[in-house]
T-cell receptor, first 116, second 115 residues
Framework: AQSVTQLDSQVPVFEEAPVELRCNYS??????LFWYVQYPNQGLQLLLK??????LVKGINGFEAEFNKSQTSFHLRKPSVHISDTAEYFC??????????????FGTGTRLKVLA | EAQVTQNPRYLITVTGKKLTVTCSQN?????MSWYRQDPGLGLRQIYY???????DKGDVPEGYKVSRKEKRNFPLILESPSPNQTSLYFC??????????????FGPGTRLTVT
């Protein structure tokens, strides 16, 4: 079965500092990996995705993530955060299960709070 | 404009009164899905559909029904709502690759309160 773990429920960081939000997944099959962002009182929008190819993927707003198959991780990074990056970030995995299911699994989210 | 629409955006109802939340997408996506979002629990998949007349349970299907009679529509039905179904609900759609669904496009959400 697939699962996604975001160990950090909250991450405070000062403006212009770097940040890393951690995501680990488990799956017995090949998966696709995603990061979504949810600003307060809004829906979810895609930050970046890994489908295949280069393991370093770049997304919107200066974010990037690296797919590490051996460590089953897909950590999100930004070298310098802004106040406007304050939001909740969700890691997600999709894949075809052995029983033919196509579930889409989200982590529990990491609330990033950027401090002035 | 590519979009997923949901209605209503806000709904307050009473225990046991059947309700339907509609979802429609205009991107010709095969995959559609319903999620509920609760504090500290992230998004949990309720049901999903791979195509017309093909639906399957997600992780929290109890108390919900869905149907997919047309490719663009995927309504969520609560036959007898209970207070523990008070939540924020999202509909989403995506294209599908050989290995699974691609990135999801989300609707604006429906905030449901059951008293």
């Amino acid at each position: 079965a697939q699962s996604v773990t975001q160990l950090d429920s909250q991450v405070p960081v000062f403006e212009e500092a770097p940040v890393e939000l951690r995501c680990n997944y488990s799956s017995s099959v090949s998966v696709y990996l995603f990061w979504y962002v949810q600003y307060p009182n809004q829906g979810l929008q895609l930050l970046l995705k890994y489908l295949s190819g280069s393991t370093l993927v770049k997304g919107i707003n200066g974010f990037e993530a690296e797919f590490n198959k051996s460590q089953t991780s897909f950590h999100l990074r930004k070298p310098s955060v802004h106040i406007s990056d304050t939001a909740e970030y969700f890691c997600a995995v999709s894949g075809r299960g052995t029983s033919g299911t196509y579930k889409y699994i989200f982590g529990t989210g990491t609330r990033l709070k950027v401090l002035a | 404009e590519a979009q997923v629409t949901q209605n209503p955006r806000y709904l307050i109802t009473v225990t046991g009164k059947k309700l339907t939340v509609t979802c429609s997408q205009n991107m010709n996506h095969e995959y559609m899905s319903w999620y509920r979002q609760d504090p500290g629990l992230g998004l949990r998949q309720i049901y999903y559909s791979m195509n017309v007349e093909v639906t399957d349970k997600g992780d929290v299907p109890e108390g919900y029904k869905v149907s997919r009679k047309e490719k663009r529509n995927f309504p969520l039905i609560l036959e007898s709502p209970s207070p523990n179904q008070t939540s924020l609900y999202f509909c989403a759609s995506s294209a599908v690759l050989a290995g699974g669904p691609r990135e999801q496009y989300f609707g604006p959400g429906t905030r449901l309160t059951v008293t």
